[in-house]
């Protein structure tokens, strides 16, 4: 369970009572303490609502040193008592409640780990209850701890103390993965909830080798959409999302520092090295919505703003786009792919056995079916007609409608400027002549023997991009 909405609202404090009524031994301790914590929060936005408080307690004669006297007074017996002085409606100083309740917070996560150590220590046979579903007593002492933190709005305890706490059981007898695995799932949740904008650079590592353990590394991507960019270790991020292939993460990275290609170059990638055409098809549609995204000025994934003019403007973009779609020819994505490593590098090295050697032991037809047919003219465009055809010109065809743009631009935009051209075409006819290069030379044939007939154009069926 965490916390929803506004860490003070009502909802959330009842929420946060909730789990800390089920304490064992700080039951009493840590339900007591929200309950002073409310109690001083009420009191003092009590005088602002009540007109009549400060008349009441203004001296009529005009004279103000009684008044004053009697707050002084108050004041010393609030010191000297320590407590609640109901009598003065005041309640306990903020502070030394909130680290009332830390303390508390603390120790309960520190008993409860212990318990898990002993019960461990009874279930010795029994070496997997942490790895990847902890104690419920972990997760409980997880979720309170992350809960009261943010209510309190103190994540540098959470940071600074709670998460070292579960991070160093291990070395206490508990399994690490199954504690640190705990805390970070509820860190997880406090995330996608909008509750916390970034991690430290051990949590955010330890997070994604925590779910890429139990084998949910999409989670992670999860995450990344909803942290903020500049609090991120990006160098750390970008390598560990190409390294399981987040690909959401990474465009809406690149697009955050204004690299709009490089994105439409892994994606490709991934197209081409594909081990199934539902793979294919799977990383098509997102590159299609992603296309789809920034023709329309929009950031991807869809639903999250306007793109902003860091990367340049929309025409700048979809020139840059559109031109590597169509002039980059085979042996400039391989040389691309090659230099950035990770899996494209594998696809490009695939590319480039499948075409000298043929298929290689061990490998499929189809997990070489488009690496064997990327071949010139337009191999980019190829790669998008092969697995969805009515999709993909649905998506160019968006593009194109309206806009001014002519042929040097994309030429220009895709590094591949021309000496001279004896007429100058707009990019709705540079498209259209493309697709009729391919028709002319045999690959839509080829697409549709490849697919049993379906004419390359799986999946969605109706010209528009899913996923």
Same mark, same amino acid.
């Not at 010795?124 to 997880?142: C, E, I, K, L, W």
């Not at 997070?207 to 942290?227: I, K, N, S, T, Y």
């Not at 001279?420 to 839509?444: C, H, M, P, R």
């Given at each position: 369970?965490?916390?929803?909405?506004?860490?003070?609202?009502?909802?959330?404090?009842?929420?946060?009572?909730?789990?800390?009524?089920?304490?064992?031994?700080?039951?009493?301790? =840590?339900?007591? !303490?929200? %309950?002073? @914590? /409310?109690?001083?929060?009420?009191?003092?936005?009590?005088?602002? +609502? &009540? #007109?009549?408080?400060?008349?009441?307690?203004?001296?009529?004669?005009?004279?103000?040193?009684?008044?004053?006297?009697?707050?002084?007074?108050?004041?010393?017996?609030?010191?000297?008592?320590?407590?609640?002085?109901?009598?003065?409606?005041?309640?306990?100083?903020?502070?030394?409640?909130?680290?009332?309740?830390?303390?508390?917070?603390?120790?309960?996560?520190?008993?409860? =780990?212990?318990? !898990?150590? %002993?019960? @461990? /220590?009874?279930?010795?046979?029994?070496?997997?209850?942490?790895? +990847? &579903? #902890?104690?419920?007593?972990?997760?409980?002492?997880?979720?309170?701890?992350?809960?009261?933190?943010?209510?309190?709005?103190?994540?540098?305890?959470?940071?600074?103390?709670?998460?070292?706490?579960?991070?160093?059981?291990?070395?206490?007898?508990?399994?690490?993965?199954?504690?640190?695995?705990?805390?970070?799932?509820?860190?997880?949740?406090?995330?996608?909830?909008?509750? =916390?904008?970034?991690?430290?650079?051990?949590?955010?590592?330890?997070?994604?080798?925590?779910?890429?353990?139990?084998? &949910? #590394?999409?989670?992670?991507?999860?995450?990344?959409?909803?942290?903020?960019?500049?609090?991120?270790?990006?160098?750390?991020?970008?390598?560990?999302?190409?390294?399981?292939?987040?690909?959401?993460?990474?465009?809406?990275?690149?697009?955050?520092?204004?690299?709009?290609?490089?994105?439409?170059?892994?994606?490709?990638?991934?197209?081409?090295?594909?081990?199934?055409?539902?793979?294919?098809?799977?990383?098509?549609?997102?590159?299609?919505?992603?296309?789809?995204?920034?023709?329309?000025?929009?950031?991807?994934?869809?639903?999250?703003?306007?793109?902003?003019?860091?990367?340049?403007?929309?025409?700048?973009?979809?020139?840059?786009?559109?031109?590597?779609?169509?002039?980059?020819?085979?042996?400039?994505?391989?040389?691309?792919?090659?230099?950035?490593?990770?899996?494209?590098?594998?696809?490009?090295?695939?590319?480039?056995?499948?075409?000298?050697?043929?298929?290689?032991?061990?490998?499929?037809?189809?997990?070489?079916?488009?690496?064997?047919?990327?071949?010139?003219?337009?191999?980019?465009?190829?790669?998008?007609?092969?697995?969805?055809?009515?999709?993909?010109?649905?998506?160019?065809?968006?593009?194109?409608?309206?806009?001014?743009?002519?042929?040097?631009?994309?030429?220009?935009?895709?590094?591949?400027?021309?000496?001279?051209?004896?007429?100058?075409?707009?990019?709705?006819?540079?498209?259209?002549?493309?697709?009729?290069?391919?028709?002319?030379?045999?690959?839509?044939?080829?697409?549709?023997?490849?697919?049993?007939?379906?004419?390359?154009?799986?999946?969605?069926?109706?010209?528009?991009?899913?996923?």
């Amino acid at each position: 369970m965490i916390c929803q909405g506004k860490i003070r609202d009502s909802t959330t404090e009842a929420n946060v009572a909730y789990v800390l009524q089920d304490v064992r031994k700080f039951k009493l301790g =840590l339900f007591y !303490a929200l %309950k002073f @914590q /409310q109690t001083s929060q009420q009191q003092q936005i009590q005088p602002q +609502q &009540q #007109p009549g408080h400060q008349r009441r307690n203004s001296n009529p004669t005009g004279s103000d040193t009684a008044g004053s006297g009697g707050g002084s007074a108050a004041a010393k017996r609030l010191s000297a008592g320590g407590g609640l002085a109901r009598s003065e409606g005041v309640g306990a100083e903020p502070q030394q409640v909130e680290q009332w309740m830390l303390s508390l917070m603390l120790g309960h996560a520190t008993v409860a =780990l212990q318990a !898990a150590h %002993k019960q @461990q /220590q009874l279930q010795a046979g029994n070496h997997t209850s942490y790895v +990847q &579903q #902890p104690s419920v007593a972990v997760r409980a002492a997880a979720e309170i701890c992350v809960c009261l933190c943010l209510l309190l709005s103190r994540v540098d305890v959470l940071f600074e103390r709670v998460y070292p706490l579960f991070s160093r059981s291990g070395s206490a007898g508990v399994n690490a993965g199954g504690a640190v695995g705990a805390v970070v799932e509820v860190l997880e949740l406090a995330v996608l909830s909008d509750l =916390l904008e970034s991690l430290p650079p051990e949590i955010m590592q330890a997070l994604v080798d925590h779910f890429a353990e139990v084998g &949910q #590394p999409e989670r992670v991507e999860g995450c990344v959409l909803h942290l903020s960019i500049m609090s991120l270790d990006l160098n750390q991020v970008i390598r560990l999302c190409e390294s399981v292939g987040l690909y959401s993460a990474l465009t809406s990275i690149y697009n955050h520092i204004g690299d709009y290609r490089k994105p439409l170059l892994d994606l490709l990638a991934a197209v081409a090295g594909a081990g199934s055409f539902a793979e294919a098809h799977r990383y098509c549609c997102k590159l299609l919505v992603y296309l789809r995204c920034c023709f329309r000025g929009l950031k991807f994934p869809p639903g999250t703003g306007y793109l902003s003019s860091t990367g340049g403007s929309i025409d700048s973009i979809k020139s840059a786009l559109l031109g590597s779609l169509l002039y980059l020819d085979r042996q400039d994505l391989i040389t691309e792919w090659q230099q950035s490593g990770g899996r494209a590098a594998t696809a490009a090295a695939l590319i480039t056995t499948s075409s000298s050697n043929g298929p290689t032991q061990g490998s499929t037809l189809k997990s070489l079916m488009f690496c064997a047919g990327l071949s010139d003219p337009h191999p980019a465009l190829q790669l998008l007609l092969s697995v969805d055809v009515a999709a993909a010109v649905a998506v160019l065809s968006e593009m194109t409608c309206g806009w001014d743009a002519v042929e040097t631009d994309l030429r220009v935009a895709a590094g591949k400027p021309a000496a001279e051209l004896d007429s100058v075409l707009v990019a709705t006819q540079v498209v259209v002549n493309s697709i009729i290069a391919l028709l002319e030379a045999g690959k839509f044939d080829q697409w549709s023997h490849m697919h049993g007939g379906s004419g390359g154009s799986s999946g969605s069926g109706n010209g528009q991009p899913s996923g």
